[in-house]
């Protein structure tokens, strides 16, 4: 069994025991959780398994998304928060919102982000080394951070402005089955745009001249993966909000155990999405803090370090990724 | 023997400045030939554009028919190249590097059929990689790399090699190593096209050089008759001469 089936198991298998473990685990304490009385099925089956399986189906997405772009872009600091695709499927996804048509938000958060993409690839593919790319990203996170606030002042119905706050902070509070089939249905499409290009990815590793030269059809690659990194964002992120730094923290985990290549990296790095954030999910629930931590700050938490750490030993190879 | 690479009168630009001027080349099977000429002399250039990899004007075919008309796939079946400077932007093994080779074959380095194991087996072998394969691309020698990333190239099993100074960096018995691969690739049908700074190397090896100056060809044809003083001088505006040493060749520059 190859390297990557056997990380893969053992990724799935922790995704499942932490699903089981946000059954489980949460502010009020369940002896059983497949007690029969009302209470116990409705926080239980109800309130905490569509929670977990949005925060896990987001966090697959995100990993996915982070390990597909930063196999296109080669560079290992790339994924859906940093270059900017979650900003602008929340942006995409308030405008909806705070202009009264909520229900075309999960479409508009794709159409934002594959705009992001669009755009971030366009700019970055010329661009020679993480750092210039990673500010190209931070620009358009910025700059849709500014539209978010524009969009918000503009509001029409600014009661539901403190909802649309909490959700650019994101979260998975109170989310039911139909976010997580969106989220799931997204994903799926997502996964299958980036798994076909895969292949591609692995071209790549020889740098964009050497791929093209090896038979790559860097069109398609770039294509694929930019579409389907669109779509597990936008799912993502219409799902739960902007997270971030799964996408950077996934990849870079897996990287660890399973080697560079960044085909093999794809589904590991998905399933490892998928276990951190159910896991920073459930420390969000069960910290004892006076209100929520939000899952999105709890995941900045987490992953900002990792972002740093990741930056300084780039940093200290000479930026020669 | 089937001309595998053919350009008539071509001309390329990169940006304003024009790199390649009217050139003309062609090569058939079961030959060596050599491109010479200072730094910025448009070696690189013609065979980037030789692939299509650059946009050019003139005339060029590969194996008959026109790189822009062909799939990349289909490019790659018919020519392998190796750059001047080939990147592994990440560490991943020797052998999965090598097997990027087969890639228009229809494979992923995780999942190689017989004919593709065997094709990575033999470059691996015939560049002295066994002992590394296992190895990642980070942990070796700028010398070891070079072999490897050639080792992509030849597992790539296309009749026509453009090697970009496939030497460079390499110590003298290395550089007769990477001699032998080419040798051995024409005797087996195949044609070489190859970059290098090395004069006495390309006289030794190739049946025909080419020299260049400014994006223009000087002079073209069997080492000694090619690289005349006056060609070299032209060339490198340096007094020059080829001398025979034995079965080989030592280029000698005046001070």
């Given at each position: 069994?190859?390297?990557?089936?056997?990380?893969?198991?053992?990724?799935a298998a922790?995704s499942?025991?932490?699903l089981?473990?946000?059954?489980?685990?949460?502010?009020?304490?369940?002896?059983?959780i497949f007690?029969?009385?009302?209470?116990t099925?409705?926080?239980?089956w109800?309130i905490r398994?569509?929670?977990?399986l949005?925060?896990?189906?987001?966090g697959?997405?995100?990993?996915?998304?982070g390990?597909?772009?930063?196999?296109?872009?080669?560079?290992?600091?790339?994924d859906?928060?940093?270059?900017?695709?979650?900003?602008?499927?929340?942006?995409g996804?308030?405008?909806?919102?705070?202009?009264?048509?909520?229900?075309?938000?999960?479409?508009?958060a794709?159409?934002?982000?594959l705009?992001?993409?669009?755009?971030?690839t366009?700019?970055?593919?010329?661009?020679r080394?993480?750092?210039?790319?990673?500010?190209i990203g931070?620009g358009l996170?910025?700059?849709?951070?500014?539209?978010?606030?524009?969009?918000?002042?503009?509001?029409?119905?600014?009661?539901a402005?403190?909802?649309?706050?909490?959700?650019t902070?994101?979260?998975?509070?109170?989310?039911?089955?139909?976010?997580?089939?969106?989220?799931?249905?997204l994903?799926?499409?997502?996964?299958g745009?980036?798994?076909?290009?895969a292949?591609?990815?692995?071209?790549?590793?020889?740098?964009?001249?050497?791929?093209?030269?090896?038979?790559?059809?860097?069109?398609?690659?770039?294509?694929?993966?930019?579409?389907?990194?669109?779509a597990?964002?936008?799912?993502?992120?219409?799902?739960?909000?902007v997270i971030?730094f799964?996408g950077i923290?996934a990849p870079?985990?897996?990287?660890?155990?399973?080697?560079?290549d960044?085909?093999?990296?794809?589904f590991?790095s998905?399933?490892?999405g998928?276990?951190?954030?159910?896991?920073a999910?459930?420390?969000?629930?069960v910290?004892?803090t006076?209100?929520?931590?939000?899952?999105?700050?709890?995941?900045?938490?987490?992953?900002g370090?990792?972002?740093a750490?990741?930056?300084a030993?780039?940093a200290?190879?000479?930026?020669?990724? | 023997?089937?001309t595998?690479?053919?350009l008539?009168?071509v001309?390329?630009?990169?940006g304003?400045?024009?790199v390649?001027?009217?050139?003309?080349l062609?090569?058939?099977?079961?030959?060596?030939?050599?491109?010479?000429g200072?730094?910025?002399?448009?070696k690189?250039?013609?065979?980037?554009?030789a692939?299509?990899l650059i946009?050019?004007?003139?005339?060029?075919?590969?194996?008959?028919?026109?790189?822009?008309?062909?799939s990349?796939?289909?490019?790659a079946?018919?020519?392998a190249?190796?750059p001047q400077?080939?990147?592994s932007?990440?560490?991943?093994?020797?052998e999965?590097?090598?097997?990027l080779?087969?890639?228009?074959?229809?494979?992923?380095?995780?999942?190689?059929?017989?004919?593709?194991?065997?094709?990575?087996?033999?470059?691996?072998?015939?560049?002295?990689?066994?002992?590394?394969?296992?190895?990642?691309?980070?942990e070796?020698?700028?010398?070891?790399?070079a072999?490897?990333?050639?080792?992509?190239?030849?597992?790539?099993?296309a009749?026509?090699?453009?090697?970009?100074?496939?030497?460079?960096?390499?110590?003298?018995?290395?550089?007769?190593?990477?001699?032998?691969?080419?040798?051995g690739?024409a005797?087996?049908?195949?044609?070489?096209?190859?970059?290098?700074?090395d004069?006495?190397l390309a006289?030794?090896?190739?049946h025909?050089?080419?020299?260049?100056?400014?994006?223009?060809?000087?002079?073209?044809?069997?080492?000694?008759?090619?690289?005349t003083?006056i060609?070299?001088?032209?060339?490198?505006?340096?007094?020059a001469?080829?001398?025979g040493?034995?079965?080989?060749?030592?280029?000698?520059?005046?001070?």
């Amino acid at each position: 069994m190859s390297v990557s089936a056997r990380i893969s198991i053992m990724l799935a298998a922790l995704s499942l025991l932490a699903l089981a473990g946000a059954l489980y685990l949460g502010p009020v304490a369940l002896p059983d959780i497949f007690a029969r009385d009302a209470a116990t099925r409705t926080i239980v089956w109800d309130i905490r398994l569509p929670r977990a399986l949005t925060a896990w189906l987001a966090g697959a997405a995100l990993g996915l998304s982070g390990a597909a772009l930063q196999g296109l872009l080669r560079n290992p600091l790339a994924d859906s928060g940093v270059l900017g695709l979650s900003g602008f499927a929340a942006l995409g996804a308030v405008i909806a919102f705070a202009f009264g048509f909520a229900a075309f938000a999960p479409a508009m958060a794709v159409v934002f982000a594959l705009a992001a993409a669009v755009l971030v690839t366009a700019l970055g593919w010329a661009s020679r080394g993480p750092a210039s790319l990673v500010l190209i990203g931070v620009g358009l996170s910025s700059f849709a951070g500014g539209l978010i606030a524009l969009a918000l002042n503009l509001a029409p119905s600014p009661g539901a402005l403190a909802d649309l706050v909490n959700w650019t902070l994101g979260s998975v509070e109170g989310r039911s089955l139909e976010h997580v089939a969106l989220a799931g249905a997204l994903l799926v499409l997502g996964a299958g745009l980036i798994f076909s290009a895969a292949r591609g990815l692995q071209a790549l590793t020889l740098g964009e001249e050497s791929a093209a030269a090896i038979g790559a059809d860097l069109t398609s690659t770039r294509a694929l993966v930019v579409l389907g990194a669109a779509a597990c964002t936008g799912g993502a992120t219409a799902a739960a909000g902007v997270i971030g730094f799964v996408g950077i923290a996934a990849p870079h985990l897996v990287r660890a155990l399973a080697g560079h290549d960044p085909a093999r990296l794809l589904f590991p790095s998905a399933l490892a999405g998928g276990a951190l954030l159910v896991c920073a999910d459930i420390i969000v629930r069960v910290l004892p803090t006076d209100t929520e931590l939000k899952l999105g700050v709890a995941a900045a938490l987490i992953g900002g370090p990792v972002f740093a750490l990741i930056a300084a030993r780039l940093a200290s190879r000479g930026g020669d990724s | 023997m089937s001309t595998l690479l053919s350009l008539r009168a071509v001309s390329a630009n990169l940006g304003a400045v024009q790199v390649l001027e009217d050139v003309s080349l062609e090569i058939s099977g079961g030959e060596i030939v050599a491109l010479l000429g200072p730094n910025g002399a448009g070696k690189t250039t013609l065979l980037r554009a030789a692939l299509g990899l650059i946009p050019a004007r003139g005339e060029i075919t590969l194996s008959g028919a026109r790189p822009g008309a062909l799939s990349a796939r289909e490019r790659a079946l018919r020519a392998a190249y190796l750059p001047q400077r080939p990147q592994s932007i990440w560490p991943i093994k020797v052998e999965a590097l090598v097997a990027l080779g087969r890639f228009a074959h229809g494979a992923a380095p995780d999942r190689l059929a017989a004919a593709d194991q065997a094709a990575v087996d033999a470059a691996i072998d015939a560049c002295a990689l066994t002992q590394l394969r296992h190895r990642r691309m980070d942990e070796i020698s700028g010398g070891e790399k070079a072999r490897a990333h050639l080792a992509r190239a030849l597992a790539q099993h296309a009749p026509l090699l453009l090697l970009d100074e496939p030497t460079a960096g390499l110590d003298p018995a290395q550089a007769l190593g990477v001699a032998d691969i080419v040798r051995g690739h024409a005797a087996s049908g195949g044609a070489v096209i190859f970059s290098t700074h090395d004069i006495a190397l390309a006289a030794s090896v190739a049946h025909r050089v080419v020299l260049m100056k400014l994006g223009r060809l000087i002079s073209e044809g069997p080492p000694e008759t090619a690289l005349t003083p006056i060609a070299l001088e032209a060339a490198y505006g340096r007094k020059a001469r080829l001398e025979g040493v034995g079965e080989s060749f030592a280029a000698v520059f005046e001070r």
